[in-house]
């Protein structure tokens, strides 16, 4: 489908969140108008969002550059104080004044360092697991980042996330454990779930407890408990059926479908190997028909594809590194 | 000495905060990581040096941005002119795309990461401000000379760009005008593919 000029214009209003009430009005008209649209606008959104990754392939260490940074700062500081040569008296009350604001200072340092600074964790190649101050577990998905307080104040608990994670959250006590992305806060007391937060789209999906999820903007809240889906889409935010099973299957290495439409099951394949999979469905009344019910875990994809096979009946090829089920 | 130290602190946040951002848009324009490092590090020293007065304000964002793009500009006359050029002397080429009604991708990130960078630069600027920089259209208008309208435009162009090439990837494994395309890519006549599209 090709869309004319003033839709990619809405389109890319609506994308870099410039667009006005009306132009989102416009946008939500035409995606209702054909179902052909809403599929056409989705895959602009899922262009919009991993056009992130890419762009922010090469990291950089800011941990590292503020540390190099750091004196020449301070000489800058420095700068500013006279130094002059005044009578014996004064400059002793001086020395005085100074190492009492330098105590003072260092003290205030330490409480503001210990209140303020953040610890910054990413997860450059690999998934990676984070114990926080309190013993919770965050599981990053490979490319998301966390920052938190090194120690957690006695009031809350914090976390920002930028990307996929899971949490395991220790209970303690009564006291809160929140997780912030761009657009929405999650809050909880003991318990586990996962926040998928992206540039448009932001999930929550919980897997067991129960947790209070806010829009920072709106103030619009939602509680969920285990088997449910928070979803913030379109500038709403809407509790919706937990449909996607293998929402941890990057975390667990368990993929598990039931009853799953065969297309769905090449879909969820296709995110967890990271290999294209498709299927000639054009004329097999069996690939659009067909239902699944199987269980993988850690298994690799030769084994997964031969099960596949002998489930449906069909055939596979390769074509370089894509695999194409066809019905014979 | 209160008051400072609360600024230092909303300094470095944003230090924090902007590093990464600017070094990789800087990295768009100029191919040494380790010179974006250090013009970005030398313009956080200029904030402290001269432009404290921004710090803790929106408007920092803007100048940070505004200000690695000259850098890297000056940086880029000194080294190479070229790149420079197509940077500051705007034109814009006539592009038509053909309508092409292909099955939904296989690898959609594989196929957006390739088609970034095949962008044409200005373009991909323009994109990098909104994707990463979070700029409004008119601070991109203002960093980097051009309209309003022409951001727009630049913005869609490179996700129209994206969308061909989520297209094509399916393309190719399926005819062979696909495989000229792609043979066309692979020798770097990228003229001639569009050609084809």
Redesign the interface.
């Known amino acids: ?2 869309i004319n ?1 003033q839709i ?2 809405l ?3 609506r ?2 969140q ?1 667009a006005s009430p009306q132009q989102l009005e416009q946008l939500e008209r035409w995606i209702e108008a054909a179902p052909g649209n809403r ?1 056409e606008y989705d ?2 959104v ?3 969002e ?7 392939a ?3 260490d ?2 590292a ?2 540390s ?2 750091g004196p ?2 301070n000489k ?2 420095r700068r500013g104080e006279p130094i002059g040569s005044q009578k014996p008296l004064l400059r002793s009350i001086r020395w005085i004044a100074i190492a009492a ?1 330098m105590i003072l ?1 260092a003290g ?2 330490y409480y ?1 360092w210990t209140r ?1 600074s ?1 610890e ?1 964790a990413v997860a450059t190649n690999t998934h990676q697991s984070v114990t926080l101050p309190d013993g919770s577990i965050v599981t990053l998905r490979k490319g998301s980042a966390i920052s938190y307080a090194p120690r957690f104040n006695s009031a809350q608990r914090v976390v920002e996330l930028e990307g996929e994670a899971f949490f395991q959250v220790k209970h303690d006590g009564g006291q809160s454990f929140s997780v912030l992305t761009g657009r929405v806060e999650v809050k909880v007391t003991g318990t586990s779930f996962l926040v998928r937060s992206g540039d448009v789209r932001e999930e929550v999906m919980v897997s067991s407890g129960r947790v209070v999820v806010t829009d920072r903007e709106k103030g619009s809240q939602l509680v969920l408990t285990a088997g449910q889906e928070a979803l913030l889409y379109n500038n709403r935010l809407q509790q919706v059926q937990l449909t996607d099973l293998n929402y941890l299957a990057w975390q667990t290495g368990v993929l598990e479908f039931h009853n799953t439409p065969f297309l769905k099951v090449l879909e969820d394949l ?1 995110r967890y190997y990271k290999v ?3 299927a000639d469905s054009k004329d097999s009344v069996v690939i659009q028909k067909a239902i699944v019910t199987v269980r993988f875990k850690n298994q690799p994809l030769e084994q997964v594809l031969d099960e596949l096979v002998l489930i449906t009946g069909l055939q596979t090829r390769k ?2 590194e ?1 695999v194409i089920f066809y019905e014979k | ?2 008051k ?2 609360s600024l ?2 909303l300094y ?1 946040q944003a ?2 905060a902007y ?2 951002p600017l ?2 848009y800087a ?2 324009l100029v191919a040494s ?1 380790a010179d ?2 250090d013009m ?2 030398e313009i ?2 200029h904030v ?2 001269k432009k404290k007065e921004l710090i803790g304000k929106e408007e920092l964002r803007y100048y940070l941005f505004t200000a690695i793009r000259n850098r890297c500009l000056n940086y880029l006359q000194k080294n190479k002119k070229d790149r420079f050029t197509q940077l500051t002397e705007w034109e814009e080429p006539v592009e038509t ?1 053909i ?1 092409r ?1 292909w ?2 991708p ?4 594989g196929a ?2 390739e088609a ?2 095949r962008l044409p630069l200005r373009c991909r600027e323009v ?2 401000l ?3 920089g979070k700029l ?2 008119q601070q991109i208008a203002e960093t980097t000379g051009i309209s309003v309208k022409t951001v ?1 435009n630049q ?2 162009k490179a ?2 760009i ?2 061909l090439f ?1 297209r094509e990837k399916r393309l190719f ?1 399926l005819s062979p005008v696909g495989a000229i395309i792609w043979l066309a890519h692979c020798v770097g006549v990228p003229a001639l593919s569009w050609f084809f599209l």
């Open positions: 489908m090709q000029d990619l214009s389109i890319t209003a994308l870099t410039t599929d895959t602009y899922k262009i919009w991993a056009s992130g990754a890419p762009l922010r090469h990291t950089f800011a941990a550059a503020w190099k940074m020449l700062l800058e500081e604001s200072l205030t340092g503001l303020l953040t910054h296709e294209s999979i498709s074509e370089g894509a | 000495m209160q400072d130290s230092y602190i470095k230090f924090h590093y990464q070094c990789q990295l768009t990581a974006c490092e970005v590090q956080f020293l402290w040096e795309i309508e009604d099955e939904e296989v690898d959609l990130a957006v990461a970034l960078d994109f990098v909104s994707r990463m409004t259209y727009e913005i869609g996700l129209k994206m969308r989520v494994s």
